[in-house]
Nanobody
Framework: QVQLVESGGGLVQAGGSLRLSCAAS????????MGWFRRAPGKEREFVAFITWGPDITYYANSVKGRFTISRDIVKGTVYLQMNSLKPEDTAVYYCAATGQKFRLSFESTYGNWGQGTQVTVSS
């Protein structure tokens, strides 16, 4: 079982930046990829980005492409989400997730380990 702890959320003005961190512990060796998802008020949880743990492959939702960057530090067992040019519609609880699967990495159901979430609020 992989334990995930997110941090770095907060309140920021539109156009600002935040960096989220997700520290992983436990059976990291069984992890193939880690992803970020978010749930906005009144909406379902949606995919944001993933990164594979072996080869450095990344993929983003269209809504964040060019503004967000996902990266990882294998030694620290930590994944980051750098969020720039934030918009009010980016307001959500952001969740980190881990999976041992190699396919369908933008699908919520692929991930079996989840963090508790961190709130990001972007004011206009």
């Amino acid at each position: 079982q992989v334990q995930l702890v997110e941090s770095g959320g907060g309140l920021v003005q539109a156009g600002g930046s935040l960096r989220l961190s997700c520290a992983a512990s436990g059976l990291i060796g069984s992890t193939n990829a880690m992803g970020w998802f978010r749930r906005a008020p009144g909406k379902e949880r949606e995919f944001v980005a993933f990164i594979t743990w072996g080869p450095d492959i990344t993929y983003y939702a269209n809504s964040v492409k060019g503004r967000f960057t996902i990266s990882r530090d294998i030694v620290k067992g930590t994944v980051y989400l750098q969020m720039n040019s934030l918009k009010p519609e980016d307001t959500a609880v952001y969740y980190c997730a881990a999976t041992g699967q190699k396919f369908r990495l933008s699908f919520e159901s692929t991930y079996g380990n989840w963090g508790q979430g961190t709130q990001v609020t972007v004011s206009s």
